[in-house]
């Protein structure tokens, strides 16, 4: 059994949360993201989040590994998904949510074409090495003009083994430097998240628009 699925077979989900992110809730209604149209959520988990996006007019396309949590979600919230084959992956889908099982580096470019994405606890949750790759996915995956929002944690990484991996906010920049404009929009210090023996915590939120 995979590290993910291992986790969701254990219970070991210590980042879900039962409510919306308040810092989706917070900046999402003012970074200009196309209403409506597809949000594109990798990693998506059962996040509740995907059903914020649902009520305010938006089509969800999450992608997750671990079946276990594409189950979770529909089971959580009274769906019965459909389930089609598609050849490599499997697609789970019902009324505004689909959610692909694989590997979020292994779609075919250009299946999904999102107007807007969202990454809470994705990118930070892939080894570092995976980011480039991540990022050509999320290029190849959304349209021209696509709005995202990403949230991060910058810890010292040689305090804690990952995920979440630290991401510097440097790094965001340089990471998204071709084909992307990025704009900081919070930066948050975590005292509360101390308690996991880190000298310093910090979240970023930053707007990430496609050219
Ligand atoms: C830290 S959790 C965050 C879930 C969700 N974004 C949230 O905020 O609740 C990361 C999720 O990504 C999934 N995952 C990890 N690596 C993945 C990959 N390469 N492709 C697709 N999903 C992946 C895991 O199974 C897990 O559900």
Redesign the pocket.
Known sequence: MDY??R??ATNQ?G???QNF?DLLTKHWPNINAPVNGKVL???????L?MLWFADIGYDVTG????PT?IKEFFADNDMIPECINRGNYNEFSSGSFTILN????DFKPGLIMADAWYD???MI??PPQ?REKYIKQIAQQTKSGAVGLLITYTYPQNEMPG??FSLEDKDVRILFSHGFEVEQLERIELEDEKGRGLSSISSSVFKITKK
Do not use: F, M, Y
């Open positions: 993910w699925e986790r969701w989900t980042w879900h949360r992110n959520i990798p990693l998506c988990g059962k996040s989040d992608i997750e590994l671990a949590a694989g590997n979020v580096l809470r606890a994705a949750a892939l995976q995920p979440p």
